[in-house]
């Protein structure tokens, strides 16, 4: 069957450090992966994107990494902050039905 | 990107009831997508609609229950039909940007609340 999977558990980190967020996909075939990131009784913010062809891509403290053949990408915040707590979703493309797919998210705490 | 004005923010409702959820778009756009997202899940796609056409239904959620409307680029309404405690949940509405680079644009959700 068709997943996206990413880690129920929330992440709890210090203020400072590197937080490593895990989306792992299976049976799907994206054109690209797209990270959100959702607050409390808000809508989801797009983050960052990255292609199928494309091994990484980075904006300001954000990186992401797309590996095709394990079927996972890697959210990385580096510097993190107190303001980074929140819940990231990643998220699947789907180019026959123009439809995007989301994980159920991962909850990030960081510490001061 | 786009900006969304999703309404209303928040409901109660008794069940058998309707509701219709309504988001403005500050541009033109040709596919809006409505999402269910139950607390701590992810966001379920309910339909995808096009201007011009009927909405397209993914699987488990049917027309005579969640009516799409789009009338015109800027506008979608979803109407939660019939409702049961079961339907409580958060409804988002969404929309791609003008560039795949700019990923999707969301309202804020409606938070309805089934009694």
């Known amino acids: 069957s068709q997943k996206i999977e990413q880690n129920s558990e929330a992440l709890n980190i210090q203020e400072g450090k590197t937080a490593t967020l895990t989306c792992n996909y299976t049976?799907?075939?994206?054109?690209?992966l797209q990270w959100y990131r959702q607050d409390p009784g808000r809508g989801p913010v797009f983050l960052l994107l990255?292609?199928?062809?494309?091994k990484e891509k980075r904006k300001e403290r954000l990186k992401v990494t797309f590996d095709t053949t394990l079927k996972q990408s890697l959210f990385h915040i580096t510097a993190s902050q107190p303001a980074d707590s929140a819940t990231y979703l990643c998220?699947?493309?789907?180019?026959?039905?123009?439809?995007?797919?989301f994980g159920a998210g991962t909850r990030l705490f960081v510490k001061a | 990107s786009a900006v969304i004005s999703q309404k209303p923010s928040r409901d109660i409702c008794q069940r058998g009831t309707s509701l219709t959820i309504q988001c403005q778009v500050d541009s033109q756009v040709t596919m809006m997508f409505w999402y269910r997202q139950q607390p701590g899940q992810s966001l379920t796609l309910i339909a995808t609609?096009?201007?011009?056409?009927?909405?397209?239904?993914e699987s488990g959620f049917v027309i005579d229950k969640f009516p799409i409307s789009r009338p015109n680029l800027t506008f979608s309404t979803l109407t939660v039909s019939n409702m049961s405690p079961e339907d409580s949940s958060i409804y988002l509405c969404?929309?791609?940007?003008?560039?795949?680079?700019?990923?999707?644009?969301f309202g804020s959700g409606t938070r309805l609340t089934v009694v």
């Open positions: 049976n799907y075939s994206p054109a690209y």
């Open positions: 609609a096009n201007q011009g056409s009927e909405a397209t239904y």
């Open positions: 990255i292609r199928e062809n494309e």
């Open positions: 998220a699947i493309y789907l180019t026959g039905g123009f439809k995007t797919i």
């Open positions: 969404s929309a791609p940007g003008t560039n795949p680079n700019y990923g999707y644009t």
